[in-house]
């Protein structure tokens, strides 16, 4: 199975992670989520793979967040599922599927659970 990273090139925490991936001799397929974007599809069936509610990939210290009202208990899936879609950057990263699975690379080397 290949392994995919969602990664964001700007984030030093992505960049360990691919790099993480790369020391094992993972070459992993590169999605730059903030180019292509996100699906609500696709985030939801991450979310169910890593066995996390979709708040679970909320970057919740991104100022965004709190001004969409997104950090409190009351945010539905479906408002956060809209927010993320519209805007990338809502997404925590970096998140990796592998073999074993799929799991947000907080901190770095949580990504090694799923190669």
């Not at 969602?6 to 992670?17: E, I, L, M």
């Not at 993480?20 to 180019?35: A, C, S, W």
């Not at 991104?62 to 519209?86: H, K, N, R, Y």
Request: hydrophobic share 45%.
């Amino acid at each position: 199975m290949t392994v995919t990273i969602y990664h964001n090139p700007q984030c030093s925490t992505s960049r360990t992670a691919l790099a993480l991936l790369r020391e094992r001799g993972v070459e992993p397929e590169i999605v730059d989520y903030k180019t292509v974007g996100w699906t609500r599809p696709l985030l939801q069936t991450l979310a169910k793979d890593a066995k996390v509610p979709v708040s679970g990939f909320l970057r919740r210290k991104e100022a965004l967040a709190v001004e969409l009202g997104l950090t409190g208990e009351d945010a539905s899936e479906a408002a956060l599922l809209d927010a993320m879609v519209a805007h990338p950057i809502l997404v925590d990263r970096p998140i990796v599927r592998g073999p074993n699975g799929v799991v947000l690379g907080r901190p770095a080397e949580r990504v090694l659970e799923v190669i």
